[in-house]
């Protein structure tokens, strides 16, 4: 069975950092492309990176771009999100997901608030 | 970079049709035709239900339908079933490598 679960949210301070983990199970991880995804408390669904299978290839959306790093451990099964600079708009559930054009499945987020 | 514009909310009874409505530009939906959709019950993760445009996922009800003319997509839910009251975001591949999600419709099943 495809499950992937997040961990590593948390409260962090304005301008502090967080590193955010999946852990991928029931595929052959190192086969796909992944992506991260948040929302907002309330609101609707931003992407906000993906990194190829080999890592050769990554890319951020707009808002994190520059703060945020994507990265994967292909031998360990996981997905990885470093992201530095952390503003109060960057407060959201954060869910990877196994991407295509499409992305599925999702995993069950992981909340991440940043506040003073 | 904008969301693609969804409806706020629609409505239906139980039996009936509904389409959702999702509008993007010539940099995402006019150009490619990697347009899914995903359904999101309160507290939970989004699902697929319609990837390519138009394709289903294996298993998944026929009552779900998709499609697309020029910058904008639809997803039709027939048969309405109380299960499908939910919210429906729409999401394109764009010609930045990026992917943008419409804002998202609630479902309300009256």
């Known amino acids: 069975q495809v499950q992937l679960v997040e961990s590593g949210g948390g409260l962090v301070k304005p301008g502090g950092s967080l590193r955010l983990s999946c852990a991928a199970s029931?595929?052959?991880?190192?086969?796909?492309?992944m992506s991260w995804i948040r929302q907002a408390p309330g609101k609707g669904l931003e992407w906000v990176s993906y990194?190829?299978?080999?890592?050769?290839?990554?890319n951020y959306a707009d808002s994190v771009k520059g703060r945020f790093i994507i990265s994967r451990d292909n031998v360990k099964n996981s997905l990885y999100l470093h992201m530095n600079s952390l503003r109060a708009e960057d407060t959201a559930i954060y869910y990877c997901a196994r991407r295509r054009y499409w992305f599925d499945p999702w995993g069950q987020g992981t909340l991440v608030t940043v506040s003073s | 970079q904008s969301a693609l514009t969804q409806p706020a909310s629609v409505s239906g009874s139980p039996g009936q049709s509904i389409t959702i409505s999702c509008t993007g530009t010539?940099?995402?939906?006019?150009?490619?035709?990697?347009v899914s959709w995903y359904q999101q019950h309160p507290g939970k993760a989004p699902k697929l239900m319609i990837y390519?445009?138009?394709r289903r996922p294996s298993g998944l009800s026929n009552r779900f339908s998709g499609s697309k003319s020029g910058n904008r997509a639809s997803l039709t839910i027939s048969g309405l079933q109380a299960d499908d009251e939910a919210d429906y975001y729409c999401?394109?591949?764009?010609?930045?490598?990026?992917?943008?999600f419409g804002g998202g419709t609630k479902l309300t099943v009256l």
């Open positions: 990194i190829s299978d080999s890592s050769s290839n990554t």
């Open positions: 390519d445009v138009s």
């Open positions: 999401s394109s591949y764009t010609s930045r490598n990026t992917w943008m």
């Open positions: 029931g595929f052959t991880f190192s086969d796909y492309y």
């Open positions: 010539s940099s995402d939906i006019g150009t490619y035709n990697y």
